[in-house]
Every structure is written in C-alpha cells, then in structure tokens.
C-alpha cells in the first residue's frame, strides 16, 4: 500500500491535508495501484534527464502529452526510426508494457505552471 | 498526485474512513526508519526517491555540509565557463517538500549489531535500515609526499568544493608559457573521463588566455576511456598543447615534491608551474569503517538491492559500492539510489519493487562547443551488473552534432540536478 504520489507538484495545502490523512486511501483497484507504481518507477528514469515538472530548460518536457504519443514516441527511439543515443538505449530496456505504463503515468502528470 | 488528491478527499468526507484512518494513526506511531548517510547525489537522491515512494517511512539524512558541489561540470568552472554557484545545491527543498529529517554533522560510526549510526556529536541514530553515500577517499600513502597538507598546494579537485576554487585560482594566476601537470589514477576512480576533459576544457581556457602554456597528462594508466574521441579532439582543437605520457613510459606517479611543485614517475622528474594530482581511490572513510568494503577497498553489493554483501541491513550505492560494470559517476549513482530506494521502500512496507532500470549517461566536452554523450543500460545478473545496450560516441561526428550535445548537456545538468535536490 503506498501513495501514486511521485513528482509531486500539487498545491502545497493539498500535499500537507493529503498527508496529514496518511494520503493512502487503499486502491479500489490494486491492480491500476500496481500499474501507476510500476510507472512511477519508470518515470524514475526518465527523471534523470527530463523535469517531470513540465518546465523544459534544453531538455524536452515528457509530461502533459498524450500516452499515445508518447508510445509512438518510445517505439520510434527503439526501432530507430528517430534518432537519439540515449534514448534508444533507454527504450531498448523497456518492454512494451513498460511503455504503456509509464506513458500513463506521464500523462497524468499535471505541469507545473508557476514561474520559477 | 491528481487521482490521489482526489481520492484522498473522497476518503476524508466518507464515514467508512474513520476506522482505516484511527488504524494508520497507530501504525505511523512506529513508522520503519531509514538513515541514509551522504548528502552527494547518491544519497540525496535515495532519501529523495524513499520519501517520494513511501510515506510511512521516516527518513533521516545525515550530511555535514550545508550545500554539496557537484564534482560533475566543475570542469566547466575551471576553464571559466561556469560559476561555481551554478554547481552548489542545498538540501531545503528535501526537507520542507518531502519531509526528510537533515543532520548536519558527520555520522562517525556503524554499529550493525545495535543498528545504530554514531554522530560526531556524541548521538547516535538506530534505524531499520541504512543506506551508505560516502562516495570517494584517496589513498594518500601511494603517492610519496602526498598527503592531506599536500592538496593545499597540489590539488586533487576530485572532491570538489574548495580543492575546485583552489586549482582554478593556480590556473588564473599561473603566467603564460607555464605548464600545467595532471595526474590520472589508476582504475577503478570516479568519472573514467573526468581527468581527460579537464585537460580539455582547460586548454580550452589556455588557448584563450595563456596560448603559450603547455598540458601535461602523466597517466598511471596505459589507456583510457574514449581515448580515440579525445586525441582527435586534442589534435583538432588544441594542436600540440596537450601530451600524454601512459603508465608504461612513466613507470607510474611515484612521489611528489611541494618545495619544487615537482611530480616524480619511475624514469623522471617533471616540474610544473600548477600540478593537479589526483591520487588512487578507495571508498569513503565511513565504509572501510563500517566493515563494508572488501580488500580491493570497494564494497561488493547485491546487484538488485544493493545490499551490502559484508553487513545485511546496509546498503552501499554511488562510487563507494562495486557495482559490476557501472561506472563510478553521478548518473550511475543517481540510478542505483533509486533502485535502492525501491528496494527499501518495498521491504519495508510490502510494496512492490518493479524490475530494475539501470543507466548511465554521460555528457562529455571534448571542448566548450564540442560534446559526446554515451548512454549504457546495465542488467543484473550472475551476482552481478552487466553491460546491455551500449551506445557511444564516434571520432567523425559531424560539427552540429557535437554543438547539440553541448547545448543538451547544460539542459541535463539543470534536469539531473533537480532530480537530486529539487
């Protein structure tokens, strides 16, 4: 049992009521818990080299796009259809599963849109 | 965050909640401790990446210094193409956005028995699991003459903070016509490129401001990594102002003489008007005394959990743990934490560890508009970590090629840094 809560970007009061409350409603679905975890922890990744906060200071924002799009995106690095080092090594790790997983997970995300 | 927001204040106005609520209440009475000590990336990013995954856990950074200066990018401050702030990072955003606790003084000691960490101070910690950061320690006996004082005259810079303001106070005063004498370590030592991209970058700032001096590379080494990329660099940009002597003509870096600013090799003697010796490895202080490293001085971890394979109940990330093929860098150190965190989080309160990712990237400046970047994905396996997907760069890469990777190493720095401590 545990929060879907990673890259959190929410309101602070929200964060701190969230948390006060334990933040951990248990999943009605465990299944959609264990799938946001196991994008959570692919986006772990990602976050090395994109902000999941959906600024962009030279390298591009993942957050806020379609899952979709960003499956096509992940499966064209793979198949080296575009062209980029890191990425085709990266997506080349990742099992289709994966892809649908943390591209679900990215596209939740809500970008952050105060200026920093 | 969005659907947990939401359910959460579902769960707040519904009568059916009261009960779960009064039940975690107790639980968090005896929240499971993790004490992670090292404030460096590896550190800072496991605490970051356990609070983030797993709120029910109380996490307790120990870190004496109040800001960390990423050795990563220093090189760009020493050739005078970043501040030295751009490279400091502090710890508030981890304590006021994630909640971890921060200890400001050096943790001393390791007590695995009584699962306690001792505090300089005299306190001590007791934790359920302890994660260990403490990056590098140089072997201060294999250079003869250089010891602790001696980098107050000969800098190692390895560590950076004041050793990086130090050597790039020599290179600014240092008189034209002078040459500059670097030392590279044997393996295995944090960043294989790093020595060889100062020597770039500060021919960089040479070729601009002091033309007629001279780099010196005496290697312990007979190779090193990406040598072809940077002595066709060096040729291209930089003529002949950089040499390098491998081991088996220096017969290795024997001794040093501070009075002379003289290295000493087997076969010679080489003064030089600004040294900067970067002397062999081992793991930080606190591992050899914690009973963590083996008798290469490293220490041999789990691959999956990075669990220490000398203490159960510690784990030992970044450049301190033997970790197979990876590197010693900030992004495999970055990766293993998260790996780590995971691991932890999910034997703590039963969550689930998903199958690990692990990577490095590199951005490497074979001069200031001139980058490479690298990327390798490692599997565990056989008790180990192995290479699996590689890819790197090629001597012929076109000019705009090099340029783009300059520019996205910048946008790295900012991204990685804010995945650390942001």
Request: charged share 20%; glycine share 10%.
């Amino acid at each position: 049992m545990r929060s879907a809560g990673f890259f959190v970007s929410a309101p602070r009061a929200l964060i701190a009521l969230a948390m006060s409350a334990g933040m951990l409603a248990w999943p009605a679905d465990r299944s959609g818990a264990a799938e946001r975890d196991r994008g959570a922890q692919i986006a772990a990744v990602c976050a090395s080299c994109h902000r999941l906060d959906g600024r962009d200071h030279g390298i591009p924002s993942i957050i806020g796009l379609d899952a979709a799009t960003l499956v096509a995106e992940m499966q064209a690095f793979k198949l080296g259809e575009r062209p980029g080092q890191i990425m085709r090594v990266m997506s080349l790790s990742l099992t289709a599963e994966d892809f649908a997983a943390v591209a679900r997970y990215l596209a939740a995300q809500p970008k952050d849109t105060n200026p920093r | 965050m969005t659907d947990c927001t939401r359910r959460t204040f579902g769960c707040l106005v519904g009568v059916g909640c009261v009960a779960t609520l009064g039940a975690r209440v107790a639980r968090a009475q005896a929240k499971a401790r993790v004490v992670v000590i090292g404030g460096g990336v590896g550190g800072a990013t496991a605490a970051k990446y356990l609070a983030l995954s797993a709120r029910e856990l109380e996490i307790t950074l120990v870190e004496p210094r109040p800001r960390y200066t990423t050795c990563f990018f220093s090189n760009l401050y020493l050739a005078g193409l970043r501040s030295f702030a751009s490279l400091t990072h502090g710890y508030e955003a981890l304590a006021q956005q994630y909640g971890i606790r921060i200890i400001q003084e050096p943790a001393v000691a390791i007590d695995p028995a009584a699962k306690t960490v001792g505090l300089e101070s005299g306190g001590s910690l007791s934790y359920d699991r302890l994660i260990v950061a403490p990056g590098i320690a140089f072997k201060f006996d294999a250079i003869e003459g250089y010891d602790e004082a001696a980098t107050q005259t000969l800098p190692h810079a390895w560590i950076a903070g004041p050793q990086t303001q130090l050597l790039r106070g020599q290179l600014e005063a240092m008189e034209d016509g002078g040459v500059f004498v670097l030392t590279a370590p044997p393996n295995p030592f944090r960043c294989p490129p790093g020595p060889y991209e100062r020597a770039s970058l500060i021919a960089a700032y040479f070729k601009r401001f002091k033309p007629r001096a001279k780099i010196l590379i005496l290697d312990a080494k007979d190779s090193f990594f990406e040598q072809d990329l940077f002595q066709d660099a060096w040729e291209r940009h930089f003529a002949d102002m950089i040499e390098w002597l491998p081991g088996q003509f220096t017969g290795g870096i024997k001794a040093v003489d501070l009075k002379t600013r003289s290295i000493k090799t087997a076969s010679d003697s080489f003064a030089a008007a600004v040294a900067n010796v970067i002397p062999p490895q081992v793991a930080g202080l606190l591992a050899q005394k914690g009973g963590l490293v083996d008798a290469s001085g490293w220490c041999p971890v789990d691959p999956l959990t990075f669990e220490s394979k000398q203490q159960p109940g510690i784990h030992v990330i970044g450049d301190a743990a033997m970790a197979g093929d990876m590197p010693k860098s900030a992004f495999a150190a970055n990766s293993q934490a998260k790996m780590c965190a995971f691991a932890v989080a999910a034997l703590l309160t039963g969550s689930q560890a998903q199958s690990p990712h692990l990577f490095n990237t590199c951005f490497t400046f074979l001069a200031p508009d001139d980058a490479v970047s690298d990327a390798i994905s490692f599997k565990p396996g056989g008790g180990t970590i192995k290479i699996g997907d590689i890819s790197l760069s090629q001597v012929g890469e076109n000019e705009q090629t090099r340029r783009e990777a300059a520019r996205a190493a910048d946008g790295w720095y900012d991204a990685f840094t804010h995945d650390v401590f942001g």
